[in-house]
């Protein structure tokens, strides 16, 4: 059996070891506590320490919004600098941290930016408010007023050239919101003279009144009676811009300009909006040129320097779009008020300055391929002679009245098959293309009689001759235009009147259509309106109105009675 003094000394040395454990675990014990109570008091701490923080931000904060109580100081933006790194022996380190440069009170200063605000919302040419310590401490909007000038000139670097008031240029930057804007010479900009920032682009109608149209919806075959003058504008326009090539190879230059003359209605205006749709359906494939119709008197400005302005922007416009390849046609109707005989003392003398500025773009076209000028007159004695020699308005091509054959060609415009005719017509004459040339005969013929009943004016020359003049010698496209419109109303008010008068259905259709009888009362109606409007109290001007040419006329005598024929 085992020794009683050994087993208890084993137990002994088991008791001394749990002993041993028990104390380190107490220790362990009062250290986790200690650890415990060191982390309670360092939360206490940070706890503090967030009060004491979220206390200063307040105080911060608080002081902020009290560097924004009223007054303010209202100031421009100039400029917005990012901070970046200083270059050295150039400036230090304070001046590169960020700031916003402002015109303040007439002053240019660079300030600092509240942190309650977002920079990258400050603009160039805002308007901001400033605090006592000059800071920016808010945005407003924009201002949309300020002087108004016209762009001049528009440079590579987005400076603008521009004209203001007593035709004083200044150059100017664009403001933010005019960055991604296209601005074109001539147009009107917002500015602050202060600042010298371009703020905004004013749509004017004056300005509008002289953008490029496209290609007008008239063709050489919608003109009547103009054959041989359409044969002289092909030869003179068309050629050059289609051919270009073998002009050069053959020294020869195109047109730069086109004078049509003649008497009022006679088509002048059509056969230049023909020329623009016939070059844009020749030369590009994608069938575009651009058509600028100005009439004189919208150019008109009592203002000094306005109407020179006006033909500097036309010209700028034909330029622009002439550069991209695309025909187009300059066309001044009604030229002779605008460009006057220098020094005629007829006007106020403004022509001494417009025509030289047309001179100087017409002179300037010469670089471009695409700009032909085009210019209508009914008084081509009054143009300034420099505008029609040789080099500037090159061709001159009379638009005279029609004959008669011309007359029933410009008919057969109006007077087509595809009309309501009425059925007695197309009975008479067999088909619907055979009716509507009878009317047009019937008309015609009607419109060209030499009788006693067509006389219109005895004319007296200053020799004492005298003449008969009939209404076929006024005859324009014009006039038929207008013959032809008061017949189909006559055939409207025939029918209408049929349908509500007590009859049947059958009946009123039947009275429906154009008649012969339409065209003669339309014509009779036509002589009728036009007894009173020859000018007697000046023959002379009323004969290069009209277009009438003989001997110097000393006097006009009318012909016809009141009543309609």
């Given at each position: 059996m085992s020794d009683p003094t050994t087993a208890d000394s084993g137990l002994t040395h088991q008791l001394d070891a749990a002993n041993r454990r028990a104390a380190t675990l107490v220790e362990k014990n009062r250290t986790l506590e200690y650890q415990l109570d060191t982390a309670a008091r360092n939360n206490r701490r940070m706890v503090d320490l967030l009060d004491q923080t979220r206390q200063?931000?307040?105080?911060?904060?608080a002081a902020l919004e009290l560097d924004g109580e009223a007054p303010f100081s209202f100031a421009t933006v100039l400029e917005v600098h990012a901070a970046r790194e200083p270059v050295e022996g150039h400036e230090i380190a304070a001046a590169v941290q960020g700031g916003v440069d402002v015109l303040h009170n007439g002053r240019r200063l660079r300030v600092a930016v509240s942190p309650l605000l977002d920079p990258a919302r400050i603009t160039q040419g805002a308007d901001v408010l400033l605090n006592d310590s000059l800071s920016i401490i808010a945005l407003l909007e924009a201002e949309r007023t300020g002087e108004l000038v016209r762009v001049k000139e528009t440079l590579d670097d987005g400076l603008l050239v521009v004209v203001g008031r007593g035709d004083e240029e200044r150059v100017l930057r664009r403001a933010d919101r005019l960055a991604g804007q296209r601005i074109r010479v001539g147009d009107a900009v917002t500015v602050d003279a202060r600042t010298g920032l371009a703020l905004d682009l004013i749509p004017l109608n004056e300005v509008q009144d002289v953008v490029l149209e496209e290609v007008p919806d008239v063709s050489y075959e919608d003109i009547g009676g103009l054959a041989d003058q359409i044969d002289q504008i092909r030869d003179s326009i068309e050629l050059p811009f289609l051919y270009p090539g073998l002009y050069r190879e053959h020294g020869l230059k195109a047109p730069k300009g086109i004078l049509l003359y003649g008497p009022p209605g006679t088509g002048k205006t059509l056969i230049a909006k023909a020329v623009a749709s016939s070059l844009a359906a020749r030369s590009t494939e994608e069938h575009r040129s651009y058509f600028l119709n100005i009439k004189g008197p919208e150019l008109l400005n009592k203002y000094v320097g306005e109407t020179e302005r006006h033909i500097r922007t036309i010209f700028a416009r034909a330029r622009e779009k002439a550069s991209d390849g695309y025909p187009v046609v300059v066309f001044f109707d009604e030229m002779e008020s605008l460009f006057r005989t220098r020094g005629s003392g007829v006007s106020s003398d403004v022509e001494t300055t417009i025509v030289p500025q047309l001179l100087a773009e017409i002179d300037g076209v010469e670089r471009l391929d695409n700009v032909i000028v085009i210019g209508a007159s009914n008084r081509e004695d009054m143009i300034d002679p420099a505008i029609l020699r040789p080099g500037r308005l090159d061709v001159k091509i009379r638009v005279s009245r029609p004959d008669a054959a011309g007359a029933a060609d410009i008919f057969g415009k109006y007077v087509t098959e595809s009309l309501p005719l009425h059925a007695s017509e197309i009975d008479r004459h067999g088909s619907r293309g055979a009716a509507a040339a009878a009317l047009i005969?019937?008309?015609?013929?009607?419109?060209?009689?030499?009788?006693?009943?067509?006389?219109?004016?005895?004319?007296?020359?200053?020799?004492?001759?005298?003449?008969?003049?009939?209404?076929?010698?006024?005859?324009?496209?014009?006039?038929?235009?207008?013959?032809?419109?008061?017949?189909?109303?006559?055939?409207?008010?025939?029918?209408?009147?049929?349908?509500?008068?007590?009859?049947?259905?059958?009946?009123?259709?039947?009275?429906?259509?154009?008649?012969?009888?339409?065209?003669?009362?339309?014509?009779?109606?036509?002589?009728?309106?036009?007894?009173?409007?020859?000018?007697?109290?000046?023959?002379?001007?009323?004969?290069?109105?009209?277009?009438?040419?003989?001997?110097?006329?000393?006097?006009?005598?009318?012909?016809?009675?009141?009543?309609?024929?």
């Open positions: 200063e931000i307040t105080t911060l904060k005969s019937a008309a015609t013929e009607r419109l060209f009689a030499r009788g006693p009943e067509t006389e219109y004016l005895e004319v007296t020359y200053v020799d004492g001759s005298t003449r008969i003049l009939h209404f076929a010698d006024f005859t324009s496209g014009a006039v038929i235009a207008n013959i032809v419109d008061r017949a189909k109303k006559h055939a409207i008010k025939d029918y209408l009147s049929a349908k509500t008068a007590p009859a049947t259905a059958a009946t009123a259709d039947a009275s429906k259509g154009l008649r012969t009888e339409h065209l003669l009362q339309a014509i009779a109606e036509e002589f009728a309106e036009q007894e009173d409007l020859p000018n007697h109290a000046s023959p002379e001007e009323w004969a290069r109105i009209s277009g009438h040419r003989g001997g110097r006329v000393a006097g006009l005598r009318m012909l016809l009675h009141q009543e309609p024929r």
